[in-house]
């Protein structure tokens, strides 16, 4: 389970010795947040807790021992009385009364003693496969950390590259309303002379409205996306790396036939599955068993020590004494109300679902594999074509604007294919960190996806030039 976080952990020391601008990479940045993302941080003190059940259901197995005492103190009321004859000085009338002495209380006595008590299970089937239905759960429980922990890296790669595509969007947007102003500008230049009319201004009015409106809201996007990446780590990322332009775009590596293999083999989706699968199996085997007898010994020593009783000078009893006993104790259930046979098929229904849940597992992982696989390879394409794109849209540009100064265009004409152009850059840019991240979904679905994937897209990375 912790391989992935020990692999984290061995880039740790490197890069937290440096300045706060290490971060601003996406390397950099998913080292901070493997230490200050809470969600992670949550799935492990909850894989942790949940990780005692394997401690307390092993010991039912384990002897458990005892060790007690007591200490009491005897008092006993008055023992001899003795009695005189007394004159009252005033009236001269004589009473006979008690009179006190050091013999009307005895002391008290003082008993004590302490014992160790010990019980061990020796035969408890039902305990032993409990146990082992724990393990299984644990290991479940630790291949979905280490699913969280790829999670983690794919959250942080999503983040990082919504902000560089809200930037280039940004900057595509502040391009188009640039050009949207220039073209007002010339607009109103010509029609002011009469080359063209009242209309034309107002069509290029709207577009550059239209241009400043999408750039402020623009603007709030990034933002958000930028909101979004101090999320994950608790720190903001100001100033981060921006994807080269020589970035290779290439198709998946190897045939579709090649990742179905890899997932069946590494998915931690079918593992934890399967892992569930066997610790429902063992709880149903442990059910089964609460009808079967169990056998426990029990010793138990004890030391006591208690005081004579003293009465009317003479000492009885007292003194010292040890005890020792061994036992075998035999406990056969024979009837429970119900409950032993009513856990035992929630137990059988359990299995039925961890088995409907493994088998829905494997389906859905060969139906993501594929589309992963079939998105990476589309991408390739989709990138080509809109570089494509770019170059027709510019050639329909200049040409649209060339017409437009000898009067065979009208200017809506020229706004309609300047808008084409920068949709056709947007789309450009956008499609390359759909590629990036859907190669990177691609081994995740595969369970392939290690912090070395990251370490060599960081090497794609540069420093944003003005």
Do not use: C
Not at 73 to 92: E, F, I, K, M
Not at 306 to 331: F, V
């Amino acid at each position: 389970m912790g391989r992935i976080a020990k692999i984290f952990g061995s880039f740790l020391l490197g890069g937290m010795t440096l300045t706060p601008s290490y971060a601003d990479d996406l390397y950099g940045i998913l080292q901070l947040a493997l230490d200050n993302d809470p969600s992670l941080r949550q799935a492990e003190a909850s894989y942790r807790a949940n990780r005692e059940n394997v401690i307390q259901s092993r010991s039912a197995l384990l002897p458990t021992i005892g060790i007690g005492g007591s200490t009491s103190r005897l008092t006993s009321g008055p023992t001899d009385s003795v009695y005189a004859n007394v004159t009252d000085p005033v009236t001269g009338e004589t009473m006979r009364v008690r009179v006190q002495n050091d013999h009307d209380f005895s002391p008290g006595v003082n008993n004590h003693g302490w014992g160790i008590n010990l019980n061990q299970s020796l035969v408890n089937i039902a305990a032993w496969y409990s146990f082992q239905s724990a393990q299984a759960s644990d290991k479940a429980a630790a291949v979905n950390l280490a699913a969280q922990e790829q999670d983690l890296i794919m959250r942080v790669a999503a983040a990082y590259f919504d902000v560089l595509r809200a930037l280039d969007t940004l900057q595509t947007n502040i391009q188009e309303e640039e050009a949207a102003l220039r073209s007002l500008d010339q607009t109103r230049q010509r029609e002011e002379v009469g080359l063209v009319t009242i209309t034309d201004v107002y069509d290029s009015q709207a577009a550059y409205d239209l241009a400043r409106n999408t750039t402020i809201l623009q603007r709030d996007i990034l933002q958000s996306r930028y909101e979004a990446l101090e999320a994950i780590t608790g720190q903001p990322h100001p100033d981060i790396e921006v994807l080269r332009e020589d970035f290779p775009i290439v198709q998946a590596e190897g045939e579709l036939d090649d990742w179905e293999n890899q997932a069946d083999s590494n998915s931690l989706a079918i593992a934890a599955a399967e892992f569930n699968l066997e610790a429902s199996r063992n709880n149903l085997k442990a059910r089964k068993s609460d009808h079967l007898p169990t056998v426990a010994l029990a010793g138990q020593f004890g030391h006591s020590v208690t005081a004579p009783i003293t009465s009317q000078g003479i000492q009885i009893g007292g003194g010292a004494s040890d005890r020792t006993s061994l036992a075998l104790s035999l406990s056969i259930p024979l009837y429970t109300g119900g409950a032993a046979s009513s856990r035992r098929r929630a137990a059988e229904y359990n299995v039925i679902a961890a088995k409907e849940s493994l088998e829905l597992t494997k389906r859905q992982l060969t139906q993501n594999i594929r589309n992963a696989y079939r998105r990476v390879n589309t991408d390739v394409l989709v990138i080509a074509q809109r570089q494509q794109s770019i170059t027709s849209a510019q050639s329909a540009l200049d040409a649209t604007e060339l017409g437009a100064e000898v009067g065979s265009r009208n200017i809506v004409e020229v706004l309609r294919a300047r808008e084409n152009l920068f949709r056709a850059l947007r789309q450009y840019a956008d499609s390359r960190y759909n590629y990036v991240l859907d190669s990177l979904i691609l081994k995740q679905v595969a369970g392939i996806l290690t912090p070395q994937d990251i370490i060599e897209l960081n090497a794609w990375l540069q420093e944003e030039t003005l």
